[in-house]
């Protein structure tokens, strides 16, 4: 069974930073993407940042510059971190995990972790 559990948000000043971890547990296998979403009350999840089992990242737009998606592979873990905060980073992020074998698609998403940007 995979989890995905995430930490590290919180309450910011606007100009700060954080750093959100997910941790996996189970295995990963085969191609796989992880990525960070965001969610707001009444908005559409949105995608912040992704990355592939080969490296391979890709940015929204609205962060590209402040956010650095990383992983590391040995321990099942991505992170996300996030300078130059604005009020209008603050969400629910989630981390999501994406597997492709020859068979099928496998999903996952953690919880998910509030990030709040005062002005």
């Known amino acids: 069974q995979v989890q995905l559990v995430e930490s590290g948000g919180g309450l910011v000043q606007a100009g700060g930073s954080l750093r959100l971890t997910c941790a996996v547990s189970g295995s990963i296998f085969g191609f796989n993407t992880m990525g960070w979403y965001r969610q707001t009350p009444g908005k559409q999840r949105e995608l912040v940042a992704s990355?592939?089992?080969?490296?391979?990242?890709n940015y929204a737009e609205a962060v590209k510059g402040r956010f650095t998606i990383s992983r590391d592979n040995a321990k099942n873990t991505v992170y996300l971190q996030m300078n130059s905060l604005k009020p209008e980073d603050t969400a629910v992020y989630s981390c999501?995990?994406?597997?492709?074998?020859?068979?099928?698609?496998?999903?996952?998403w953690g919880q998910g972790t509030q990030v709040t940007v005062s002005s």
């Open positions: 999501n995990l994406v597997m492709l074998n020859l068979f099928r698609k496998y999903d996952y």
């Open positions: 990355i592939t089992s080969g490296g391979v990242s």
